[in-house]
């Protein structure tokens, strides 16, 4: 049964930082790229960051890029998330997800191309 499970959210003043953490089971990690995705209050679930399969290409939403940098360790099947600079408009449940199409259209920002998602992890930042 494949499983992905988020941790390491909270409450973070802003300009404070968090690790997000996505432990993976169940399915070959190495062959997934990977994603990170959020969904604010009362907003739809957006694209954050993705990950290559190997970990050498990343890309990121324009609202955090030079802030969040995504990450993977494949011998231990767990994608993270660094968040940097935070700001009260980063609160949202963030979700990691598995890239479902290999190599094609990747990266993608549809959260319809990705599969296998996670509970949520919440992060809340204070003004």
């Known amino acids: 049964q494949v499983q992905l499970a988020e941790s390491g959210g909270g409450l973070v003043q802003a300009g404070g930082s968090l690790r997000l953490s996505c432990a993976a089971s169940?399915?070959?990690?190495?062959?997934?790229?990977m994603g990170w995705f959020r969904r604010a209050p009362g907003k739809k679930r957006d694209f954050v960051a993705a990950?290559?399969?190997?970990?050498?290409?990343?890309y990121y939403a324009n609202s955090v890029k030079g802030r969040f940098i995504v990450s993977r360790n494949n011998a231990d099947g767990r994608l993270d998330l660094h968040m940097n600079s935070l700001k009260p408009e980063d609160t949202a449940v963030y979700y990691c997800?598995?890239?479902?199409?290999?190599?094609?259209?990747?990266?993608?920002?549809?959260?319809?191309?990705?599969?296998?998602w996670g509970l949520g992890t919440q992060v809340t930042v204070s003004s």
């Open positions: 990950i290559s399969r190997s970990g050498d290409s990343t």
């Open positions: 997800a598995a890239y479902l199409y290999g190599s094609v259209r990747f990266p993608s920002s549809e959260d319809g191309d990705y599969g296998y």
């Open positions: 169940g399915l070959p990690f190495s062959s997934y790229p």
